[in-house]
């Protein structure tokens, strides 16, 4: 039972335009989340993360919205680069019960010039 | 540059091998997690350790295991290799100094094929 879903598995969007990119969780007791970009042959890097206690955090051109009764976030990217293009992955926590963060499948994003 | 730091980068063994990937943390971190990330998958968490202590368990195999020394890095073992065990495992490490920053940093990652 995937407990943090990213049911889109790829997004193509055009150079200078909004990217949105979506995860939904079932699991109620989460209460911290986080965003990380992945590019080919390295690591995850934090991108920007959100409390349970807020509804919304920005950091430059990255936005996270949560909506805990939908049990979903989305992160926006604006304007999008072609740097941006990256697999990008939702993790959840559900703090009060440790650091194990559940992580989503990921989804593609391209960003076309 | 996130500062984890793992090797070997790549490794190639056969079927029932048992194999030793390394993972040296971010200066003054004291949590250190591992992650195994298969072909198209997602990072399936398996295990975390903090300042050298089992903290938390995930979806490891009983094949596998690790450990953390008083320098603070990081060990997983792998042993009885299967072809399925080929992935990409990555360590990441976060909570400096007990401060209680959730946020995990990621090294680059050590691919393991089994053949």
């Known amino acids: 039972d995937q407990q943090v879903k990213q049911n889109s598995p790829s997004l193509s969007v055009q150079e200078g335009r909004i990217s949105i990119l979506n995860c939904d969780y079932t699991?109620?007791?989460?209460?911290?989340f986080l965003w990380y970009k992945k590019y080919p042959a390295e690591g995850p890097t934090f991108l920007i993360s959100?409390?349970?206690?807020?509804d919304k955090n920005e950091d430059g051109r990255f936005t996270v919205f949560l909506n805990k009764s939908a049990k979903h976030l989305s992160l926006h990217i604006v304007p999008s680069q072609p740097g941006d293009s990256a697999v990008y992955f939702c993790?959840?926590?559900?703090?009060?019960?440790?650091?194990?963060?559940?992580f989503g499948p990921g989804t593609r994003l391209s960003v076309l010039p | 540059d996130s500062g984890v730091t793992q090797t070997p980068k790549h490794l190639i063994t056969a079927t029932g091998q048992r194999v030793t990937l390394r993972c040296s943390p971010r200066?003054?971190?004291?949590?250190v997690y591992w992650y195994q990330q298969s072909l198209d998958q997602g990072l399936q968490f398996l295990i975390q350790?903090?300042?050298?202590?089992?903290?938390a368990k995930g979806n490891i195999l009983e094949r596998f295991s690790a450990q953390q020394f008083p320098d603070l890095h990081s060990e997983l073992n792998l042993s009885s290799l299967e072809l399925g065990d080929s992935a990409l495992y990555f360590c990441?490490?976060?909570?400096?100094?007990?401060?209680?920053?959730?946020?995990?940093?990621f090294g680059p990652g050590t691919r393991l094929t089994v053949t």
């Open positions: 699991n109620s007791m989460f209460d911290y």
């Open positions: 959100i409390s349970s206690i807020k």
């Open positions: 350790y903090y300042n050298g202590e089992e903290r």
């Open positions: 993790a959840a926590s559900a703090r009060n019960y440790g650091q194990n963060f559940v």
């Open positions: 200066s003054g971190d004291l949590s």
């Open positions: 990441a490490s976060s909570d400096p100094s007990g401060t209680g920053s959730y946020e995990q940093y």
